[in-house]
């Protein structure tokens, strides 16, 4: 069968052919697609949540200038991690704060930390965990 054969002018121009192939767009996107998976993951596993959860059980002040803090960290833990405490005046202010260093372990971690405050605390806070280092 041959092409239908149109009145010249009427309508319009006709497209060419195409310079690449059907199939190299989808191609490309479908690469870029698994590259910008692969590069997200690597970066979750990397800077991702650990499951690593500090909270504070139980905070006493004992004096204008000290707070003591019971805290624990629980989840599985593959390196070492900082975990902040800090504590908070009447204000809102901080007015102390340390970090606590755990080693790894897939267990359940207590500590208590009695901290220097630069005036009269009212509260004992977790600051968060990351990975040490």
Excluded: N
């Excluded at 002040?61 to 900082?82: A, C, N, Y």
């Excluded at 504590?87 to 208590?112: F, I, N, Y």
């Amino acid at each position: 069968m041959t092409a239908p054969v149109f009145p010249p002018g009427r309508y319009g121009r006709r497209r060419s052919r195409r310079a690449y192939p059907r199939w190299l767009v989808p191609a490309l996107v479908g690469a870029v697609m698994v590259a910008g998976l692969t590069i997200a993951g690597k970066l979750y596993s990397t800077y991702g949540d650990d499951h690593v959860e500090g909270r504070v059980l139980r905070y006493s002040v004992v004096s204008d200038r000290e707070v003591r803090i019971e805290f624990e960290i629980s989840g599985s833990r593959e390196t070492p991690m900082k975990c902040a405490v800090r504590s908070r005046g009447e204000d809102g202010s901080e007015v102390g704060r340390t970090e606590l260093t755990v080693p790894e372990g897939d267990s359940v971690v207590t500590r208590t930390v009695t901290l220097a405050t630069s005036q009269r605390a009212v509260s004992g806070e977790s600051g968060g965990c990351a990975p040490a280092g």
